[in-house]
């Protein structure tokens, strides 16, 4: 699997801080990950983009993960980024990610992060601290490789083998 990492920050992208979120994605992916793409870009609308774009367009991975920009803060934009580059929204990764944190937090509730497709690629907005990314992606990680699997066209049935047809569920 090729798997892009975009760390959004505008500290980081100026060298005045490490991003500590961006490698510890890498690290939680390294079982499912043979190629990994890595881009730090500041929170500009247009630069988010262009790097999204280039991830799912050029390099051709097969999901991309996005650390911080999903908050409250004026120039926390990066799901409206997201959305200007997907083709299919994915309110699943979110709502589940969302709901899940807040049996830790109760600020989960005001993340903004989005989840789509972009041609064959999956993007998914985590969060900006080191914690919430970890709790985050151990969410996605379990399905991971079956949405991958999906968008590559290299499954035939998303419903498993229920039943004697093996593709559906007799009801």
Known sequence: MTIGIICVSDRC????????????????????????????VPDEKDEIEKALISLCDDSLCDAV?????TGFAPRDITPEATLAVIEKLIPGIPEIIRAESYKITKNAMLSRAVAGIRGKTLIVNLPGSPKAVKESL???????????E??????????????????????
Do not use: W
């Not at 996605?140 to 991958?148: F, G, K, Q, S, T």
């Open 13 to 40: 992208s100026k060298g005045l801080c490490e991003d500590k979120s961006g490698p510890l994605i890498r690290e939680m992916l390294l079982d499912y990950g043979d190629n990994f793409h890595y881009l730090i």
């Open 65 to 69: 993960f996005t650390t911080g920009g």
């Open 138 to 148: 151990e969410i996605v990680i379990p399905v991971l490789p079956h949405a991958v």
């Open 150 to 171: 999906t968008l590559s066209g290299k499954t035939q049935s998303c419903g498993g083998n229920y039943g004697k047809g093996g593709g559906s569920a007799e009801i």
